[in-house]
């Protein structure tokens, strides 16, 4: 009897703690029953994998059967009877490879990550909130009128989402839900903002006016204003200026001065920070986001048509944020390209008379203002024109998968925006991002139905307002144009946006936008072809208004155009090779004044073999060159040297760093103070800083890789592109990827290798639309799939799909057919 | 053979538990069979080996797909353990729950 009971007790104990183990997350693990279910759990996760080669599904809301034919590179083409059906189908079909994705950056964006993953996404959906994009989202859905194509476009696409979404059993839920224990969310139209508002994120944040502060309070403000110029002082703009090279502004850059003494005060009140880590700003290395498009006219292409091509560089993740779709409705749209998993419309692509791409224009659209406040702790007031205002006070809830509450912030708002407190002081910003339209889910439409370069871009100037974009289009016509489009604040007094405003007056306030004829712009100019790389868009001696002072630097701009003037019969095959052009601008401008230093410094082995491996360097950022690893050692060393009286005394502060595009300015200065090392007594003058940078990177290097030319200076041994998956987890992402480019090359790639070319497009607009493209990924979102990294080999290599492009299902060879769904209304 | 016969037929009770209800089929499962085995000797030991005979048939199935190689990759990573180890693990669970649920419900 006591065995029996002791044994029923065992196995109570067993079942109480393996049961427990099956219903309950398990530290970073989810309930295990769940998960290891051979029929529905994550090994069941393979019976989806691929897509299978006939299937069928039911929408509600739809008013005819849609035909879906995925293409050989699993590319759905969605053929409709109406406009409000394949918008249902592209979220049924987007949802269908990439529903985790979707929910991810969707929670991004509301800041409600933690509802998925867990507590350890606290602090990106804090700094999500605090920025105010959740807020903005729900009051920018407020104003939609559900009568308006805006709204059925964006809710018949969140219909086709969710209609997919029911539409799976637990085996088929994606792997990254099994892995979390989660199940996906219902979607809706304010996600579509959400996402809307995760773009301006990425593309329309500037800390200019924090950097500018900084160095101030370093060098004194005329030197930082020198250093941390509006205007670029390279200038290769986008709207043609008229000159055959880039036009250099060379002014005299004044030697570092006495601290400004109002700008050390804040300096000190807001304390050591990283001030774009503290705002919870994304951090911008050199190129993270560095985009190109350029087009070339029919008067300067082989085929005498109009040429497109363009490449938007984000951070690369698998899967990526593109999905390549097809949608046909006859006599409405005929559209082909790329959309963002969420969004209802084709971002970037063409149609049968014109194609369109963007780079960002990295217009200053965020202002900070330092609030006073009627308590340092817990405001409930802020001054403004001598009197208190009230602070909008909202309190925001952070939440577990299981809705237990991890946190509750109050946020607080000015009439500009959210308030936040930096150590001891209160500053609110203004944002471009948080006042967008809701008609951006609609502008993409509205593109696709274009039939010219010009109404295309004057639909986009008409509606679109944030993240700002160089406007890339050409037609079948000839025509090849760009704009500049986006919602430029004008500011008050000096219009200077880069500036730390005083937020107690109205006096500071934003006096209204720029109008359209002021946009940089260009149409089907003399030159016969036009680009963008991030530039400043115009020439200050043609438009000195403010608009920005964060520009890319000018190498990319400098090298695409050399490029161009320099070939009167560009082939499609050309714009794809430009794409990933290694030959770096950046480093003509410094390697013939490395090398002239070398031979004419003081004999030193080092620096002599230093300038010597330099010379020989054909300045091509190719996988195999031997050089490129130098040359940026050099760059690193000789820009810590140069703007040490930049860097603040505090150990582990972080200080403001101008780019290597003012360090090409002081190589014309070599006397200039700033060459000087304020760590020493003596005065140095560029050459022997330039010298000191030579020898102490060669040293380091042959002591860290050996001798010059062997295999560990190959630059494939040092730059590769790194692309994780959105959760981050190593098995499920992809490094050490091989890449043709560097710092500054058309196709740039920087620190740690995660940004990069997120699409490549080129497309000649003849009779017959032709197009080739890649994306690093591939269009499914499940690991397993073969199609989830498919394209990386091509991509790497530099090289394109041709895009299938069918005006009818029956268009498509079967050869090229790999799958085929069909979407009905549900039966009544 | 009747002991063969009636594992087999725990394991089929037991996969068209999973495949339709899920993991907790395994245990009710053997909870189950247990009480219809009242008072025979051997009803656990069926149970569990029923369990792991559904769930091993049910894994065996799913490795034999074509992505799973890409499956195992994908998700080598994420565990503490090698998936082939997961794999045995999972049927080691299910005899577990299915023996220790009979073992609660059997009377000898």
Redesign the interface.
């Known amino acids: 009897m006591a065995q029996?009971r002791f044994?029923?007790l065992?196995?109570?104990l067993?079942?109480g703690v393996?049961?427990y183990i099956?219903l309950r997350p398990t530290g970073p693990l989810p309930p295990?029953?769940?998960l290891?279910?051979?029929?529905?759990?994550?090994?069941?996760?393979?019976?989806s994998?691929?897509l299978p080669a006939m299937a069928d599904g039911t929408i509600p809301g739809l008013r005819a059967p849609v035909s879906v034919t995925y293409d050989d590179r699993g590319v759905p083409h969605i053929f409709a009877a109406n406009t409000a059906d394949a918008y249902r189908a592209l979220g049924y079909v987007v949802a269908r490879d990439r529903l985790f994705q979707i929910e991810m950056q969707t929670r991004a964006g509301a800041g409600t990550l933690t509802e998925l993953v867990g507590a350890r996404a606290l602090p990106l959906d804090q700094t999500t909130r605090a920025l105010g994009m959740p807020r903005a989202a729900k009051q920018r859905v407020a104003t939609i009128d559900t009568s308006t194509e805006t709204w059925r476009m964006a809710s018949s696409y969140a219909a086709g989402v969710n209609a997919w979404m029911r539409s799976l059993s637990?085996r088929a839920l994606p792997?990254e839900y099994k892995?979390l224990g989660r199940a996906p969310q219902e979607y809706g139209v304010v996600d579509m903002m959400h996402l809307l508002n995760r773009m301006g994120y990425t593309l329309s944040t500037s800390d200019n006016e924090l950097q500018n502060l900084q160095a101030s309070a370093a060098v004194g403000r005329t030197a930082a204003d020198a250093l941390f110029p509006v205007h670029a002082p390279i200038v290769e703009p986008i709207q043609p200026n008229g000159q055959q090279v880039a036009r250099v502004a060379q002014t005299m850059i004044p030697a570092p001065g006495t601290p400004d003494s109002l700008a050390v005060a804040l300096r000190e009140a807001l304390g050591p920070h990283d001030l774009r880590v503290a705002l919870g700003l994304p951090e911008r290395g050199p190129d993270a986001v560095g985009s190109n498009n350029w087009a070339v006219s029919p008067s300067r292409s082989a085929s005498g048509h109009a040429l497109l091509a363009g490449d938007p560089h984000l951070e690369l993740t698998l899967p990526s944020i593109w999905y390549e779709a097809h949608l046909v409705v006859p006599d409405t749209l005929d559209v082909y390209g790329v959309t963002i998993p969420g969004l209802p419309g084709i971002v970037i692509g063409f149609n049968r008379d014109v194609a369109w791409t963007f780079t960002n224009v990295g217009a200053d659209v965020m202002d900070f203002y330092l609030e006073t406040v009627d308590d340092p702790v817990n405001p409930s007031r802020y001054q403004l024109d001598g009197a208190w205002q009230p602070l909008e006070r909202r309190v925001e809830r952070f939440l577990e998968p299981d809705g237990a509450l991890i946190r509750e912030d109050t946020l607080r708002y000015t009439h500009r925006g959210p308030l936040r407190r930096i150590n001891d002081r209160w500053i609110s910003h203004r944002w471009t991002v948080l006042e967008g339209a809701a008609r951006e889910t609609e502008v993409f439409h509205r593109a696709a139905r274009s039939t010219s370069a010009r109404e295309l871009l004057d639909q986009m100037a008409a509606n679109y307002r944030v993240p700002a974009q160089n406007m890339l289009a050409a037609d079948r016509g000839g025509e090849i144009a760009i704009r500049s489009t986006g919602r430029y604040p004008i500011r008050p007094d000096s219009g200077r946006g880069d500036v730390l405003r005083l937020g107690n007056t109205r006096r500071s306030d934003w006096l209204g936008d720029w109008a359209m004829a002021d946009y940089p712009q260009a149409f089907s100019p003399a030159q016969g072809f036009l680009a963008s790389a991030n530039q400043e868009p115009i020439d200050p001696l043609v438009q000195s208004r403010y608009l920005g002072a964060d520009w890319e630097r000018p190498w990319r701009a400098i090298r695409i155009n050399e490029l161009l003037r320099g070939n009167a019969q560009v082939t499609a095959d050309d714009m794809r090779m430009y794409q990933t052009d290694p030959r770096s601008a950046r480093a003509d401008a410094f390697v013939p004044v490395f090398t002239q230093v070398a031979r004419n410094a003081p004999p030193k082995p080092s620096i002599v073999r230093a300038g010597q491996v330099l010379a020989s360097w054909d300045r091509r950022y190719t996988t195999d060159n031997t050089v490129a690893v130098l040359f940026e050692a050099v760059m690193t060393n000789l820009s810590r040297m140069l703007y040490d009286e930049l860097q603040p005394d505090q150990d582990g502060a972080t200080g403001p760093r101008p780019t290597d595009m003012m360090t090409a300015m002081l190589l014309k200065e070599p006397t200039n103070a700033w060459w000087d090392l304020r760590s020493t007594s003596a005065v140095e003058t560029r050459d022997e800083i330039i010298a000191d940078a030579l020898e102490l990177s060669f040293d380091e290097l042959t002591a860290r890789l050996g001798q010059p030319d062997s295999s560990s200076w190959r630059w494939s041994a040092h730059r590769t592109a790194t692309i994780n998956h959105l959760l981050r987890?190593?098995?499920?992402s992809r490094t050490g990827i091989p890449v043709q480019g560097g710092n500054g090359t058309l196709s740039p790639s920087t620190g740690a290798g995660t940004h990069g070319a997120s699409w490549r497009m080129v497309v000649e607009l003849g009779p017959n639309v032709e197009a080739r493209a890649i994306y690093p990924g591939g269009q499914s979102g499940h690991?397993?799939?073969?199609r989830?990294d498919d394209r990386l080999a091509a991509w790497s290599a530099g090289r394109l799909d041709a895009l299938r492009v069918p005006r009818t299902a029956n268009e498509l060879p079967g050869n090229q057919r790999r799958a085929q769904l069909t979407l009905t209304p549900p039966s009544r | 053979m009747m002991r063969l016969l009636r594992v087999l037929g725990v394991a089929v009770a037991v996969a068209i538990g999973t495949w339709f209800g899920g993991w907790w089929a395994v245990p009710l499962c053997g909870a189950v069979y247990a009480v219809l085995r009242q008072q025979q000797p051997g009803a656990v030991s069926e149970a569990a080996f029923g369990a792991m005979l559904a769930w091993s048939s049910l894994l065996v199935w799913q490795v034999s797909h074509p992505a799973f190689a890409r499956l195992s990759a994908a998700v080598s990573g994420v565990f503490p353990v090698p998936v082939p180890v997961l794999m045995l693990l999972s049927v080691c669970i299910a005899g577990v729950l299915a023996a220790s649920a009979a073992r609660l419900t059997h009377r000898e």
């Open positions: 029996s044994g029923t065992s196995a109570l067993v079942l393996v049961g099956c295990l029953g769940p290891i279910d051979p029929a529905n759990g994550l090994f069941a996760t393979v019976q994998a691929e637990r792997l892995l987890m190593p098995s499920l690991p397993a799939s073969v989830y």
